[in-house]
Every structure is written in C-alpha cells, then in structure tokens.
Antibody, heavy 116, light 113 residues
C-alpha cells in the first residue's frame, strides 16, 4: 500500500525558512517522479513543483521558483520541500504527491501557518 | 499559464439525482500525438485529503464507482455524477497537466438537499 507521510509544518514567522519532509513507502520511491501541491485555507489548490526520480531535474511554479526548492533522498525514500523567506500567503496545507501531472496518491498533508 | 474555470461554484442536489459539473480550459488540453486530454478530476470530502477520480479526462481511477463519468475534449470537460449518494458530498476539482505550470480549477462544492 502506497503511503506518503508529510511532516515539518507548523507556525513560522514571516521571512523565516522551513523544510518539509515526506516519507514514502509501499512503492519503489526511486522509480517515480514526485510532486508537491498546496491548498490554502480558502481551498485554492496550487501545484508547487516536481522532481525527477533520480533528483536530476525539477520544475516549479514560476511564482515560487525563487523561494522554494524540492529535493529528495532516494536512500531514505524521502521527499523534501525547502521554503525560504515565507510570507503570509504561503499559509496552506502542503501535500506530497506521487507522480507527475496527475496525482493518484496524496499524503495527509502538513499545515504551515505563517504569522508573527 | 492555462486558466481552468469550474462551474457552478456550488450545487445542491437530492439523493438519486444526476449532476453535471463543468470545467473549461483557456486552451486545448488535447495532445494530438496520442489523442489524450491532459485533464483530471479529484474529490475532496470535508476534512479529508483530495482523492483521484478521473484521469485523461475520461478514465476512472481504480475503485471509483461507475456513477462518476468524465467526458469532454479540448477545452470543455464535464464530470457527471449519476444517482448522487449522500457520501458524494464533497468539493470537486479539475486539473490540467498538459503544460507547466499545472493548474487547478477553483472547485465545485456539491451539497445534498
């Protein structure tokens, strides 16, 4: 059974940095592209970016490219999202998803709240 | 970016009725090389994670009841829910994965009368 478990969310101050993690199990992690998607409190869904199975290539939403970095550690079956200089509009639930484009599997999400 | 417009924003139906949700794209999602539309649908029940329903515009994901039907091509797509059940109370989102950045619609809230 595919499982994606995110962690690392919480309350963070504007301008700070935060790193989210997603531990994957139930499939061969190193064979698949992985993605991050977020959902704001107002329910808006936004694709953040994705990373190739070997970590050699990434794509990002243009509006986030300069502040967010996606990486992975295939030995640990773990996906990461490094967020820097966070803003109030980054307040959202962040989901780790399996695949590229259309997402058949989602984690339970981790809530990030940006507030002073 | 491709803009995705969903309508209506909310709809209320009685159990057993059929409802049609619309999803329109600002440009065609049809790739002529493989004749596939890069459009998917998700269901998000209250307090839950989004769940996949439909991919390639018309293909049901594993385990999705056949009362959920995706149709359309190009720029106009629909999700038809036949014989709506109380458990179908949810938000429904469509998403294009034809070009980067992938984009979602704003969702349709399905309420049960």
């Amino acid at each position: 059974e595919v499982q994606l478990v995110e962690s690392g969310g919480g309350l963070v101050q504007p301008g700070a940095s935060l790193k989210l993690s997603c531990v994957a199990s139930g499939f061969t992690f190193s064979d698949y592209w992985m993605s991050w998607v977020r959902q704001t409190p107002g329910k808006t869904m936004e694709w953040i970016g994705d990373i190739k199975y070997d970590g050699s290539y990434t794509n990002y939403a243009p509006s986030l490219k300069n502040r967010f970095t996606i990486s992975r550690d295939n030995a640990k079956s773990t996906l990461y999202l490094q967020m820097s200089n966070v803003r109030s509009e980054d307040t959202a639930t962040y989901y780790c998803t399996l695949g590229i484009g259309w997402f058949a599997y989602w984690g339970q999400g981790t809530l990030v709240t940006v507030s002073s | 970016d491709i803009a995705i417009t969903q309508s209506p924003s909310s709809v209320a139906v009685s159990v057993g009725e059929t409802v049609t949700l619309s999803c329109k794209s600002s440009q065609s999602l049809l790739y002529s090389e493989n004749n596939k539309d890069y459009l998917g649908w998700y269901q998000q029940k209250p307090g839950q994670t989004p769940k996949p329903l439909i991919y390639w515009a018309t293909n049901r994901h594993t385990g999705v009841p056949d009362r959920f039907t995706g149709s359309g091509s190009g720029t106009d797509f629909t999700l038809i829910i036949s014989s709506v059940q109380a458990e179908d109370l949810a938000d429904y989102y469509c998403e294009q994965y034809f070009v980067y950045p992938f984009t979602f619609g704003s969702g349709t809230k399905l309420e049960i009368k």
